[in-house]
């Protein structure tokens, strides 16, 4: 099985800041790499696809970078509803494994 | 607008059987592989199961191979997971996802699962 790891695992944030998180796969997953933002007692929603594709309606201050095993997820400027936990998830090969999450919380 | 509705959670005890269902609406569903994705109290999310467009491909997660099934109905737009032989470590909520562009695009709001004595 391909594993996810994330990191930071939680981190304190002001409104306006640049945010980054790092997601690494145990093994090459090609840009098969996908970010969700999950709110408390909510479904996750799908922010960035195969690395870097913005999903519809998303805003465009999320961005996602990389390839191969190493993959960031950016907000260019943290707005008051960004905080969340958010997941990275492979889906080169079964089990679509997730990462662990990365909480974002203010500061 | 797409939609997915979960239901049939509930508490089931340990080694019993619960049957969930999620209906979709205003999408091609036959179109679409779909996944069930759980998540423990407090915990993360993690892949249960996916199944293709016209059933015939399912794939599942380890821990719950040879006792939850993966099906469709593609004529009541719907997607099923039967779990058998349940656990306390099944104790989560439930979501259904569309697959997308290599991705999870439309989840629905999950039914939360309990197994307990």
């Known amino acids: 099985d391909i594993q996810m790891t994330q990191s930071p695992s939680s981190l304190s944030a002001s409104v306006g800041d640049r945010v980054t998180i790092t997601c690494r796969a145990s093994q090459s997953i090609a840009n098969y790499l996908n970010w969700y933002q999950q709110k408390s007692g909510k479904a996750p929603k799908l922010l960035i696809y195969s690395t870097s594709n913005l999903q519809s309606g998303v805003p465009s201050r999320f961005s996602g970078s990389g390839s191969g095993t190493d993959f960031t997820l950016t907000i260019s400027s943290l707005q008051p509803e960004d905080f969340a936990t958010y997941y990275c998830q492979q889906t080169h090969r079964t089990p679509r494994t997730f990462g662990p999450g990365t909480k974002v919380d203010l500061k | 607008e797409v939609q997915l509705v979960e239901s049939g959670g509930g508490l089931v005890q340990p080694g019993g059987s619960l049957r969930l269902s999620c209906a979709t609406s205003?999408?091609?569903?036959?179109?679409?592989?779909m996944s069930w994705v759980r998540q423990a109290p407090g915990k993360g999310l993690v892949w249960v199961a996916e199944?293709?467009?016209?059933?015939?491909?399912?794939h599942y997660v380890d821990s719950v191979k040879g006792r939850f099934t993966i099906s469709r109905d593609n004529a009541k737009n719907s997607l099923y997971l039967q779990m058998n032989n349940v656990r306390g470590e099944d104790t989560a909520s439930y979501y259904c996802?569309?697959?997308?562009?290599?991705?999870?695009?439309?989840w629905g709001q999950g039914t939360l699962v309990t197994v307990s004595s």
């Open positions: 996802a569309r697959h997308g562009d290599w991705s999870f695009d439309v």
């Open positions: 205003e999408f091609t569903f036959d179109k679409h592989w």
């Open positions: 199944i293709s467009g016209d059933g015939s491909v399912t």
